[in-house]
């Protein structure tokens, strides 16, 4: 479980953050979801810190931060281990096919041999469908095959978290689907993921929990259900301009 309790986040000339307190469970999937600039990715980015707040404490699982306080290199590595992250936009190695873009990781990063990594990435490729794409290079994918390959690539690590901002928002709505897909199955699979998305259809059937922010505050926290049937004025304001 990752918890966050009362972080802040002071850009020069915006809070980004304001008193953000959430909790993550494991094995499970929260969407955040929320208007544009109200907080998304700096919340997802300070998890992994590749931001850093201004203030507040954080706990994923057994490691602790308070924010105000000095982190050492060591402990940015051990939380960095814990999480896999997929961007908007893809960012395969382009020099490498898709079985050594799965490689890559688990043999630089974590020591493991060359042998088991490519057991481990055909055997991800087969559970996903992929196998066939396993010797091309990125630039003979399709977009939503690269954004696959992309979440192959963070889960070869093993990651305990998942994280996803906007994943699909770069692609056609019939990659999107296969994109999403695969986020479907993960779900059900328990992975914890974390996932930033406009897609309110996507947030409804796959996310068991659901974070809106609004404005660097945390609007609502909790099931799903609940948030999609809150008769909440801030939310049926914001339902009701994600539709048309
Ligand atoms: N590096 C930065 N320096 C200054 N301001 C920033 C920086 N990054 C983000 N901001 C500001 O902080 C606010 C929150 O940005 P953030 O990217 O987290 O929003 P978001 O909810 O992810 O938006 P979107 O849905 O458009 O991706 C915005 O007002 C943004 O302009
Ligand atoms: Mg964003």
Same mark, same amino acid.
């Given at each position: 479980?990752? #918890?966050?309790e ?6 020069p000339?915006?809070?980004a953050?304001?008193?953000v307190?959430?909790?993550f469970?494991k094995?499970?999937t929260?969407? $955040?979801? !929320?208007?544009?600039g109200s /907080? ?7 998890l ?5 707040p201004t203030? !507040? #404490?954080m706990?994923?699982? @057994?490691l602790n931060?308070?924010?105000? #306080?000095?982190?050492s290199?060591?402990q940015?590595? #051990?939380?960095?281990?814990?999480? /896999?992250?997929?961007?908007? =936009? ?6 490498l096919?898709v079985?050594?873009n799965?490689?890559e ?5 974590? /020591?493991?041999?060359k =042998?088991?990594?490519?057991?481990q990435?055909n @055997? ?5 469908n992929?196998?066939e ?7 003979q994918?399709s977009? /939503? ?5 992309a ?8 990651p305990?978290?998942l994280l996803l901002?906007?994943p ?5 709505? =019939?990659?999107e689907?296969q ?5 479907r199955?993960l779900?059900?699979?328990?992975t914890?993921m974390?996932?930033?998305t406009?897609n309110? @259809?996507?947030a409804?059937?796959?996310?068991s929990?659901?974070?809106f922010? @609004?404005?660097?505050k945390?609007?609502y926290? !909790? ?11 801030? $939310?049926?304001?914001?339902? !009701?301009?994600?539709?048309?």
């Amino acid at each position: 479980m990752i #918890k966050v309790e009362n972080v802040t986040k002071q850009f020069p000339d915006k809070l980004a953050l304001d008193d953000v307190s959430l909790e993550f469970p494991k094995n499970q999937t929260t969407a $955040i979801v !929320g208007p544009s600039g109200s /907080g998304k990715s700096t919340l997802l980015r300070s998890l992994n810190l590749l931001e850093r707040p201004t203030s !507040g #404490k954080m706990s994923i699982d @057994d490691l602790n931060v308070d924010f105000q #306080k000095e982190i050492s290199n060591s402990q940015v590595l #051990k939380i960095r281990k814990r999480f /896999g992250m997929v961007f908007q =936009e893809k960012a395969l190695f382009t020099h490498l096919n898709v079985l050594h873009n799965l490689m890559e990781g688990p043999v630089k990063v974590k /020591g493991v041999s060359k =042998e088991a990594a490519s057991k481990q990435a055909n @055997d991800l490729l087969a559970q996903f469908n992929m196998t066939e794409l396993a010797d091309r290079y990125p630039y003979q994918l399709s977009g /939503g095959q690269q954004q696959r390959v992309a979440i192959l690539r963070a889960l070869a690590m093993e990651p305990e978290y998942l994280l996803l901002d906007e994943p699909t928002s770069a692609l056609d709505p =019939e990659l999107e689907a296969q994109v999403l897909r695969v986020l479907r199955d993960l779900a059900e699979q328990n992975t914890s993921m974390i996932v930033v998305t406009h897609n309110m @259809d996507f947030a409804r059937k796959v996310a068991s929990r659901v974070a809106f922010i @609004d404005n660097g505050k945390v609007a609502y926290q !909790g099931d799903t259900n609940g948030f999609f049937e809150s008769k909440e004025d801030r $939310i049926q304001k914001f339902l !009701g301009a994600m539709t048309f």
